[in-house]
């Protein structure tokens, strides 16, 4: 141990050593609002963050108990990249209910949802290369993408999710790496692609031999309605897909997975090699055993009805407290809708207001990733909120819209 | 739900959708081994593995038990991609023992040590962007870097560590973007880079305005001597210091940090958001439960009176069991020690001789990032195996280099 040195070290030019790719790198606007919004008096639409007081804390702390009594030396010790094979055996099971038929060696579990699409990034995109997104699409995605030097190119959505058939024009003349969907109860906008769309989504990906990255974070969290196909049962041969326990168990323990066609499958574990050897030992164990034991079932059905709940009264509180002009998705499922001001209003500007009045949302400019829109747009989650605190939110940006209106903003 | 479809597909070229950098990534060497070597009739000195008897379970179930019951809305939820607060402060204090003066603030949360090395690769590596290490390296910095279609130029090593005053001569033909150091117990090497040697780096660092990166995963572990100053106290200016819970607590938690001048912390924390959001939340609390109970402490002493008897029963059984003309390193702490058979051994071919006799290493050749070496060399891990398997391992490993030599490979 020796001591303090002082350095008498001229400033360092931090800037001259960076790769190029820092200057498309960008912190999440969502990610740093979230700390604004953990202030207990805001009620916070912002962030995508399940209900805490629904987590199954005392199974979880049976599954830790029992892990720690019986298989300490497997859960607290290094293990493959490639994820802990009972829990790739039961996703592998789980997704073959919906269709998707991959065996458990074609999953890679991931640190997070996040982390899947990091790692599809860096063995996709080259700086430049062209990824295809509806508009609005996921904010993690863009982050994660931008950070590789994607260029984007989107089409729109409507009540029915992404435009499909607009692909085709786009495609003429931006040849693209992969086409990045996100079917069910899409983030941010709450609306989920019809079955015919995601069939002409798969005629045109063949014909043009384009690969489709379906982020599914939501899927089993349908409140009305049939569930409908997954695009890696339409078309298994050219569809990664992805999973995550953090929004039907916690988000917290960042277990995610990707299932993928073998070639591509051993690509992503490789680059998950690299980027940080395997996701938690203890914590896909502690998945695995809340899976297995049939109780993240049982959860899931709890969360359905308590966020079904959550959904209808804002979208009654909706009807009741904004002004007309406003609008909004009406959600089969997920956590969040789309809410659109009357035309005029902006609701990047109108943030700082509504934090004021204790209450936050994200701007829609946010999830736009190439050309500008959803000024008016704000994205509302209502899982996170309980009903009564629901209520008072929206009634509190009825109220800023009105202002914003009244002075002209 | 609507059962499976069955593909008409022609099968997809992955091939031509590839980002460029993947030709340079690889699987690692030791992650696919360890597949192998975890047959239970191996004794295996190939991982990096803590011992697993010696995990302190009872402490960590406690932790698990206390935050479950006291904590858990904050410790299953998403948190801050910078990390769980106190253990921050728990790390900085515990860094300002060694002469490192960052604040919490500039420590980063990593999942683990690898991510750390992904990060930094993901700022500072454009393709073809040079990094000097010293040859041999550590593996999993090698992959990582790779990633980023890093190019490497390197410097030798002898028992005082990496020989930095050849680093001046390599600088007039390679400029880098940075160095990247492993002072304490070299990961394969098992050398100590000596104090003059530090300051002399530190020296070259300013002369030449270089960006300094200290890996000291196994710090905490020394086994024989004085603690040195890290270069993070000689140089906070320009060092980037990386350290981990792996190797002193477990590795299954990944859980690592990063301590970085403020300016460098902030694009290191921007390039998280977009891998992974944050570490596991739960398993930043357990580790932060253990350290700021004394409980770590109290473990990273059992674990340096372990680990030493198990050093000192491979360096005595080398000097039994092996024939004359290998050599290896003492090191002063840590998991490994380099040994080279006598020359004319090829340890990549042996390898497979030595699993028909159950026992495995890392051949020396997998550490050399830019030119060939390390042939007739081996990484050889002590904290694994107790020491009866240890003499057992040494001895098999004896004989196979004995056969070797007889039958001329």
Redesign the interface.
């Known amino acids: 141990?020796?001591?303090?040195?002082q350095?008498l070290?001229?400033?360092?030019?931090?800037q001259r050593?960076?790769?190029?790719?820092?200057q498309s790198?960008?912190?999440?606007a969502i990610?740093e609002l979230?700390?604004i919004t953990q202030l207990p008096d805001v009620i916070s639409f912002a962030?995508?963050?399940?209900a805490?007081?629904l987590?199954p804390?005392?199974e979880?702390?049976e599954a830790?108990?029992y892990l720690?009594?019986h298989e300490?030396?497997t859960?607290?010790?290094?293990?493959?990249?490639e994820g802990h094979p009972p829990l790739r055996e039961f996703l592998a099971e789980s997704m073959a209910?919906?269709?998707i038929?991959h065996g458990p060696d074609n999953v890679l579990i991931t640190?997070?949802s996040?982390?899947a699409?990091?790692l599809i990034g860096?063995?996709?995109?080259?700086p430049g290369?062209r990824v295809l997104t509806c508009r609005p699409t996921y904010l993690?995605a863009i982050?994660?993408w931008?950070?590789?030097q994607a260029s984007f190119a989107t089409v729109p959505l409507d009540d029915d999710g992404m435009q499909v058939e607009l692909l085709e024009d786009l495609l003429r003349t931006n040849p693209a790496?992969?086409v990045y969907v996100l079917p069910n109860f899409h983030n941010p906008a709450g609306v989920t692609l019809s079955e015919p769309r995601r069939r002409r989504l798969v005629e045109i990906a063949?014909a043009h031999?384009l690969?489709l990255v379906e982020d599914d974070p939501y899927g089993a969290l349908r409140y009305e309605g049939?569930?409908?196909?997954p695009i890696a049962?339409?078309?298994?041969?050219?569809t990664i897909y992805l999973g995550t326990f953090?929004k039907t168990l916690?988000?917290?323990?960042?277990i995610g997975w990707i299932v993928a066609?073998t070639?591509?499958r051993q690509?992503l574990?490789?680059?998950k090699?690299?980027?940080?050897?395997?996701?938690?030992?203890?914590?896909q164990m502690i998945a695995n055993d809340i899976a297995q034991r049939g109780i993240l079932k049982v959860h899931v059905r709890q969360l359905r009805q308590a966020y079904r709940e959550r959904m209808l009264t804002m979208l009654d509180s909706l009807e009741e407290f904004w002004p007309e002009g406003s609008s909004w998705t009406h959600p089969q499922g997920g956590l969040f809708l789309w809410a659109r001001a009357p035309e005029g209003v902006n609701a990047l500007t109108m943030l700082k207001v509504a934090l004021e009045h204790r209450v936050a949302y994200v701007p829609g400019v946010n999830f736009y990733p190439d050309e500008d829109g959803g000024h008016n747009a704000m994205r509302l989650n209502f899982s996170a909120a309980k009903p009564e605190m629901i209520v008072e939110g929206i009634h509190r940006l009825g109220m800023t819209i009105r202002d914003a209106l009244a002075g002209g903003a």
């Open positions: 141990m020796t001591g303090t040195e350095p070290a001229a400033p360092v030019n931090w050593f960076l790769a190029e790719r820092t790198m960008k912190s999440s990610r979230l700390k962030g995508g963050i399940p805490p007081e987590f804390v005392r979880i702390e830790c108990s720690l009594r300490a030396k859960a607290l010790q290094y293990s493959t990249t209910r919906y269709g038929h640190t997070g996040q982390q699409l990091d860096k063995i996709f995109i080259d290369a993690g982050q994660a931008r950070a590789y790496r992969f063949r031999d690969i049939e569930d409908l196909t049962a339409l078309a298994p041969e050219r953090s916690t988000p917290g323990l960042r066609p070639d591509i690509r574990v490789q680059a090699q690299g980027a940080d050897l395997h996701t938690s030992t203890f914590d």
